[in-house]
């Protein structure tokens, strides 16, 4: 989706991080030990917005080759008509779960 933009974003950046817990924590519905968190730099004229999500690493993968497509060359000051684009993306892989944890955090870069 590229438009006409005073700032068109030019860079997704999407890293994955695995922060270990000091020890095992539960919440009575589930145990873990670490906490994944995916995090996405979108750069736009000369800033970078840093956005994230808890979330499996497979949410770095739809980011960098489903999401990430959609919004370079949008107007980085668009988020409402980057977001659409990026829903719109992720509609045969499904909006709930991972596809919405990775919009999300490209939404919060931006």
């Given at each position: 989706?590229i438009?006409?933009s005073a ?7 999407v890293s994955?991080y ?10 009575g ?8 968190v ?13 956005g994230?999500?808890?979330?499996a690493?497979?949410?770095?993968t ?24 990026m829903?719109?993306?992720?509609r ?7 596809g ?11």
């Amino acid at each position: 989706m590229i438009q006409d933009s005073a700032a068109p974003i030019e860079r997704v950046d999407v890293s994955v991080y695995v922060i270990p817990t000091d020890a095992p924590e539960a919440d009575g519905t589930a145990e873990w030990d670490s906490t994944t968190v995916v995090l996405v730099e979108a750069s736009a004229g000369g800033k970078t917005g840093l956005g994230w999500s808890y979330a499996a690493s497979a949410a770095a993968t739809l980011i960098r080759e489903t999401l990430a497509k959609q919004v370079i060359g949008c107007d980085a000051l668009d988020v409402p008509r980057a977001w659409e684009a990026m829903i719109r993306s992720i509609r045969n892989q499904g909006r709930p779960g991972v596809g919405s944890m990775a919009v999300s955090a490209v939404d919060v870069a931006l």
